[in-house]
């Protein structure tokens, strides 16, 4: 599993708890590493098996996958998923992709000086189209470059289907309350059978 740096014998269990009733609805045993690319099928079940035309459904960061996002949405299920900051910017305290600006009538990013940042070129990443911005004259001039980046410019990738990102940012900003009730939702079966158990752990 993920956390060992050799192979180890383990499952990953997904569950999906109902809200209202605090009870287990659906579950399912894989043995993937992670919990990437497992929302969709874990949350269409749950969604079957109450019967419901359109659910939410709220997870941890560790489900955040762009594809599984957008296989939600079409499912009918609107997904809450808090997006970890990853990548050197985060793990050096320069300013994150968040702190820069999409317009998305010009196509440019605006970054914390104020600076725009324009569409260079394009890869993929998977199977996913990425769009690379930048502005090299900018950076060579920029005061906050030692907050931005320690390379001689910042560039910015955008996927193609990155407005999934922007719709769930959006839908967090409107329930900000959301992500603390999941809390409470999920784990409270698990403390009831621990309880019932006399264990301290489960």
Not at 16 to 44: F, H, P, R, Y
Request: include cysteine; proline fraction near 2%; aromatic fraction near 8%.
């Amino acid at each position: 599993m993920a956390a060992y740096t050799k192979v180890g014998v383990g499952y990953n269990i997904q569950v999906a708890v109902d809200a209202k009733n605090k009870m287990i609805v659906e579950q399912a045993v894989s043995n993937q590493v992670g919990d990437a690319g497992l929302l969709t099928q874990t949350a269409d079940e749950a969604r079957m098996l109450l019967d419901a035309g359109k659910i939410d459904v709220v997870a941890d960061g560790g489900y955040f996958k762009i594809e599984d996002i957008e296989a939600c949405e079409k499912a009918g299920i609107t997904p809450y998923l808090p997006k970890g900051q990853r990548g050197q910017a985060a793990d050096k305290g320069f300013f994150r992709k968040d702190e820069f600006h999409y317009d998305a009538d010009k196509d440019v990013y605006v970054c914390p000086a104020g600076e725009t940042l324009v569409l260079k070129h394009s890869g993929r990443h998977r199977d996913i189209k990425v769009f690379i911005y930048m502005n090299v004259a900018a950076c060579a001039a920029c005061q906050l470059r030692s907050q931005c980046t320690n390379k001689k410019r910042r560039t910015i990738s955008r996927f193609e289907n990155e407005i999934v990102f922007e719709r769930m940012a959006a839908r967090l900003r409107e329930r900000p309350e959301i992500m603390r009730r999941r809390r409470e939702i999920v784990q409270h079966p698990f403390g009831s059978i621990k309880q019932w158990m006399n264990q301290g752990a489960f």
